[in-house]
């Protein structure tokens, strides 16, 4: 069993144990009905309960398949005046429905805190609990003079896997995970939101809202992307959200932002290379891959692309659903899959080919004044082999196509099953 799928069955395990500790007595449920879209493992499922008014303190409660003893963990997120709920489907086969109960009550031990969000100095962190030690996953950057983007750690937690724009690297201005196009129309002129020339920078404005637990956190903030002489471009609400890590990769997160243009027209524009929301390698990547291409170092150190089916031309293909990059750090390889969500701008173009490691998703659009745009980008980092691409394609269909989810009839209180 590799590493990371451990620390997955470690805390479904612990889910287990928890919810089923509990000493027999009346049950409030609520039975929800969940039909996998696609052919899932290790999914999430999200869903909003009406409801919510039992659930008012709850921070998590178990879901207990039917027909079963054993219970899972879910995680209750208060959405203003609703809460949300979501939890890990193992194993789902698609337009096969699944009935699970919602056991509205406080756990009686007390529940394992995996996701954290911490506010540090240079940036704010969502942090993951790996067998009991919390290592921080990734770090958005606001102490940056030029753009906000996100650094992403290895599976230690120590060392990010993604570049900062260090001294003496690599196309500097690439920073981790980033947004930004270098033709951005504004007041009749063009300013360069990717290498952030003449002044123009992204401001980290102030931490909005935080959401943490036992599967899953997220963080919102303010951004203002500014021309060099402070008119504000674009008002941006990012939020970026730690999920609880596949089998296959030992952390995955999600950039979910809203871009609004409040003093003008914004035209987003640019080309493939230097345009959209990229994934920069650290720059330890560029150094092997220019030792491979010296006879330095074993081709297998070399950056290697995958896209979600054969023949495709990165260069000409379109609206690409996904594309992994497996890439080196020093000794140690990891891989990046890149996620498009369907609901952003159709025409986008991957820039997937790049021996540096940097690669990511350009559209263009324009944004009318007063209007505004919602992105979306799901990331998997895994260490070692790059998965299969059916798991990937899998990955992706989770992301593009939830699980449907249908609240059923709740069925009266009853005693809670004994456990043996």
């Avoid at 230097?274 to 390698?281: D, I, K, L, M, T």
Wanted: with cysteine; aromatic share 10%; charged share 20%.
């Amino acid at each position: 069993m590799n590493t990371p799928f451990r620390h997955f069955a470690w805390h479904l395990t612990v889910a287990m144990l928890v919810f089923t500790s509990r000493s027999a007595h009346a049950e409030n449920i609520q039975s929800i009905k969940v039909t996998p879209q696609a052919n899932v493992e290790y999914a999430e499922v999200v869903t909003t309960l009406i409801d919510s008014r039992k659930l008012k303190g709850l921070t998590a409660v178990g879901i207990r398949p039917s027909g079963q003893q054993y219970q899972l963990m879910g995680q209750l997120v208060p959405r203003g005046k609703e809460t949300e709920l979501r939890f890990i489907l193992e194993k789902g086969v698609a337009g096969e429905s699944q009935i699970f109960d919602v056991i509205l009550d406080k756990p009686t031990v007390a529940l394992p805190e995996i996701f954290t969000v911490k506010e540090g100095e240079e940036g704010v962190d969502i942090y993951y609990n790996k067998r009991g030690i919390s290592l921080p996953l990734t770090r958005m950057m606001t102490d940056d003079p030029l753009k906000v983007f996100n650094h992403v750690f290895d599976a230690r937690g120590g060392k990010p896997i993604t570049s900062g724009g260090e001294a003496g690297s690599v196309f500097p201005h690439h920073r981790g995970i980033f947004l930004g196009w270098s033709k951005t129309g504004f007041n009749g002129k063009t300013y360069d939101t990717w290498h952030m020339k003449d002044g123009v920078t992204q401001k980290f404005e102030k931490l909005v809202s935080q959401n943490f637990g036992p599967m899953y956190a997220d963080f919102t903030a303010n951004i203002s992307w500014n021309t060099g002489d402070g008119q504000k471009i674009l008002a941006e609400q990012r939020t970026i959200k730690g999920l609880h890590p596949t089998n296959k990769g030992y952390g995955m997160m999600e950039i979910d932002t809203v871009l609004t243009a409040p003093n003008g027209d914004v035209v987003l524009d640019g080309d493939p290379e230097h345009a959209g929301c990229h994934f920069r390698a650290n720059n330890e990547t560029a150094v092997v891959a220019k030792a491979v291409m010296d006879g330095k170092a074993p081709k297998f150190q070399a950056t290697k692309y995958v896209f979600h089916k054969e023949g495709i031309d990165p260069t000409k293909d379109k609206d690409l659903p996904w594309v992994t990059m497996g890439f080196s750090v020093g000794e140690d390889r990891f891989f990046t899959q890149h996620m498009t969500h369907p609901d952003n701008p159709t025409g986008s173009v991957y820039s997937a080919y790049r021996d540096y490691g940097r690669f990511g998703s350009f559209f263009t659009h324009t944004i009318k004044k007063g209007e505004s745009l919602r992105l979306r980008y799901r990331f998997i980092f895994g260490i070692g082999a790059m998965p299969p691409a059916p798991f990937m394609q899998a990955s992706y269909d989770a992301f593009a196509t939830p699980a449907k989810v249908e609240l059923v009839e709740s069925k009266p209180a009853e005693p809670a099953p004994a456990a043996k």
